[in-house]
């Protein structure tokens, strides 16, 4: 199986950073992409940031100049820098992979879709 865990969520004044980790586990291979996405309360989930096993980025427009994603594809892990948070940054973060490849005895298997279970970043005074 392939999992993504999350951490580096909390309590932050306006202004404040953040910092988001995403380790994946299991008998990986690849993976093709690695993304941040937000859902806050009463709204859609949104893509905030996603990166590639090339390092390619792409960012929300509420979020560009404030956060930077980055990813260690040695550990399959991928990082969300945040910095001067606004309250309504506020929601939980989930982490996402897409494309992953990965063994099941000795044997490849393919997954389109990964999600982990969600942080949760406060953004309050």
């Known amino acids: 199986q392939v999992q993504l865990v999350e951490s580096g969520g909390g309590l932050v004044q306006p202004g404040g950073s953040l910092r988001l980790s995403c380790a994946a586990s299991g008998s990986l291979v690849s993976i093709n992409a690695m993304g941040w996405y937000r859902q806050a309360p009463g709204k859609e989930r949104e893509l905030v940031a996603a990166i590639t096993s090339g390092s390619n980025t792409n960012y929300a427009d509420s979020v560009k100049g404030r956060f930077t994603i980055s990813r260690d594809n040695a550990k399959n892990t991928v990082y969300l820098q945040m910095n001067s948070l606004k309250p309504e940054d506020t929601a939980v973060y989930y982490c996402?992979?897409?494309?992953?490849?990965?063994?099941?005895?000795?044997?490849?298997?393919?997954?389109?879709?990964?999600w982990g279970k969600g942080t949760l970043v406060t953004v309050s005074s």
């Open positions: 996402n992979a897409k494309g992953v490849v990965f063994k099941v005895a000795g044997n490849l298997r393919y997954g389109v879709d990964y």
